[in-house]
Structure formats: structure tokens, C-alpha cells
């Protein structure tokens, strides 16, 4: 089994940066597209954005757009979120998610076979 492992996650103020890392284990890691999620307390887990097998990446949120970017070294088997001018409502549980399939599929968790544990980030104003 695919073990999933976030980190990186902490409390900064708007504006701010924060660069999150995600390990995974247990598969061959080049065969795995790669997502990272979000749920805030009360509300539902969303996707934020996605990166296939080859690199190819996909925003799930409209959002983060110009703000958040997802990367990966197979070499390191470790995928990575930066984010850059952190807004408030940024905060939120962030997930490190995979499946073995080879492009981004839709936002849906569902999609996803293995998760991490979750890293805290908040974004105070």
C-alpha cells in the first residue's frame, strides 16, 4: 500500500509564503498522478490542484490561480505545493492524495486511492 505523508504546514500571515511536501511510499511513484485537497472546519474537502504522471498540471480551484503551484520530483518520489500571498481563507487542513492512473481525473476525492494525514495551514490577517 501507498503511504502518504504531508508536511510543511504552519501558521503565517497574509501574504506570506509556505512551500508544502508530500512523500509517498509503497508504489512505484512515477506511476502515480498526485493531488492536493483542503477542507476548512465545517466544510467540505476540495481539490486545489493536480499534476499527472508526465507533469501535466490541473487547477481545481479557480482561486489559487496565480498563487499556488504543484511540482514533483520523482527522483525524491515527493510532490510539492508553493504558495505564494496566503490569504485568510486559505486556511485549512491540506491533503497529499494519489492514484494510479495517468492524467489529472476530476476534483472529486473519489478519485484518489491514498491519502495522507493532513498538515495544518492558517492564514492570519
Not at 47 to 53: A, D, E, K, N, Q
Not at 115 to 120: F, K, L, R, V
Request: charged residues 15%; proline residues 2%; hydrophobic residues 30%.
Amino acid at each position: 500500500q501507498v503511504q502518504v505523508v504531508e508536511s510543511g504546514g504552519g501558521l503565517v500571515q497574509a501574504g506570506g509564503s509556505l512551500r508544502l511536501s508530500c512523500t509517498a511510499s509503497g508504489l512505484t511513484f512515477d506511476d502515480l498522478t498526485m493531488g492536493w485537497f483542503r477542507q476548512a472546519p465545517g466544510k467540505e474537502r476540495e481539490g486545489v490542484l493536480c499534476i499527472s504522471r508526465s507533469g501535466g498540471t490541473t487547477y481545481y480551484v479557480d482561486s489559487v490561480k496565480g498563487r499556488f503551484t504543484i511540482s514533483r520530483d520523482n527522483a525524491k518520489n515527493t510532490l510539492y505545493l508553493q504558495m505564494n500571498s496566503l490569504k485568510p481563507e486559505d486556511t485549512a487542513m491540506y491533503y497529499c492524495a494519489a492514484v494510479v492512473r495517468a492524467y489529472c481525473p476530476r476534483s472529486s476525492s473519489s478519485w484518489y486511492n491514498y491519502w495522507g494525514q493532513g498538515t495544518q495551514v492558517t492564514v492570519s490577517s
